[in-house]
């Protein structure tokens, strides 16, 4: 079975599709910030600042899938992080591109991560793939991610563009974050919560990367979100609902999060409606297409 080397393989994307991949009989490897080869999934070092990388990583992947970069949400948007964001996808796919080049060594396929943020706040507009991009930090970081992915390896090597939605996960993200106040049994939502969430079951996700590495017809830009999105306030009473919670939703006002979140929370108020119908037509078909058949499964296997 072939080698998949993983950018970004210790993140919540990166950890279940590295098991998926396994159980399926690929070799995966992972790239570090440090070495370790002894690990479940041996990681090798490199450092995409200093465009540095271990040259052996390389010259064992058959194919290369790059979810690295600096989370969204983590820190607050000062004008070094929000730099960050952009250099830390953009070196990670110029530091691959350099090795392939220079070991002219190339995987059969190049697969990135890119996010549905490249929409920007559209409102109840349906967008695919061909949409334009919105404005504003999140579309514009988006647009510099995705030149970089096209710039990667030579021509003719087939690239892969996920743009991922919201990715539904007890273990990370935004599930995990809404999940908490029901514990005192009160949820929220943002603003009035009308804002369209698109959103994916993890495995769903994983399965898609999957599929580009295995089907050599798929190359290009493909949305990673189920076919049907909801609302803020909809994916809010949804996960209430699964969880048997007979607790109260309560808004958090829109004016309340800029105070708290400056720019970032384009993050939570951006209405982003977003088609799955090019990844559909690939033949790709969705294990958990609706939100009543997401959430239980995710709460049941804690995935």
């Given at each position: 079975m072939p080698t998949i080397?993983?950018?970004?393989?210790?993140?919540?994307?990166?950890?279940r599709l590295s098991h998926l991949l396994r159980e399926q009989g690929h070799e995966v490897l992972h790239l570090s910030r440090r070495a370790r080869p002894d690990a479940a999934f041996p990681s090798y070092r490199?450092?995409?600042?200093a465009s540095s990388i271990d040259d052996e990583a390389v010259l064992r992947a058959d194919y290369v899938i790059n979810l690295a970069g600096a989370g969204i949400a983590d820190k607050p948007w000062t004008a070094a992080r929000k730099q960050l964001i952009i250099d830390s996808r953009v070196d990670s796919a110029r530091t691959l591109s350099a090795a392939?080049?220079?070991?002219?060594?190339?995987?059969?396929?190049?697969?990135?991560?890119?996010?549905?943020?490249?929409y920007g706040d559209r409102g109840d507009e349906w967008m695919d793939?061909?949409?334009?991009?919105?404005?504003?930090?999140?579309?514009?970081?988006?647009?510099?991610?995705?030149?970089?992915?096209?710039?990667?390896?030579?021509?003719?090597?087939?690239?892969v563009a996920i743009r991922i939605?919201?990715?539904?996960?007890?273990?990370?993200?935004?599930?995990?974050?809404?999940?908490?106040?029901?514990?005192?049994?009160?949820g929220t939502y943002f603003g009035d919560g009308s804002q369209w969430y698109s959103w994916i079951h993890i495995d769903d996700l994983c399965r898609i990367f999957i599929k580009a590495v295995e089907d050599d017809s798929m190359q290009g830009t493909y949305n990673g979100v189920a076919p049907n999105p909801a609302t803020n306030k909809e994916l809010t009473e949804a996960i209430k609902e699964a969880l048997g919670n007979s607790g109260l939703l309560a808004p958090v006002p829109?004016?309340?999060?800029?105070?708290?979140?400056?720019?970032?929370?384009?993050?939570v108020l951006?209405?982003?409606?977003?088609?799955?119908?090019?990844?559909?037509?690939?033949?790709?078909?969705?294990?958990f297409p609706t939100l009543e058949k997401a959430l239980p499964d995710l709460l049941r296997r804690k995935v």
């Open positions: 080397l993983i950018a970004g393989g210790s993140g919540l994307i990166g950890s490199w450092s995409p600042a392939f080049e220079r070991l002219q060594h190339y995987p059969k396929a190049y697969i990135s991560g890119a996010a549905v943020g490249y793939e061909n949409s334009a991009p919105g404005e504003g930090f999140l579309p514009e970081s988006c647009m510099a991610w995705e030149k970089a992915i096209g710039e990667a390896g030579r021509p003719g090597l087939r690239k939605g919201i990715v539904l996960s007890t273990q990370g993200g935004a599930m995990e974050k809404i999940l908490l106040p029901f514990r005192f049994r009160v829109a004016f309340a999060l800029r105070l708290a979140m400056g720019e970032m929370a384009d993050v951006d209405s982003t409606r977003v088609r799955s119908g090019k990844i559909e037509a690939a033949g790709f078909q969705f294990s």
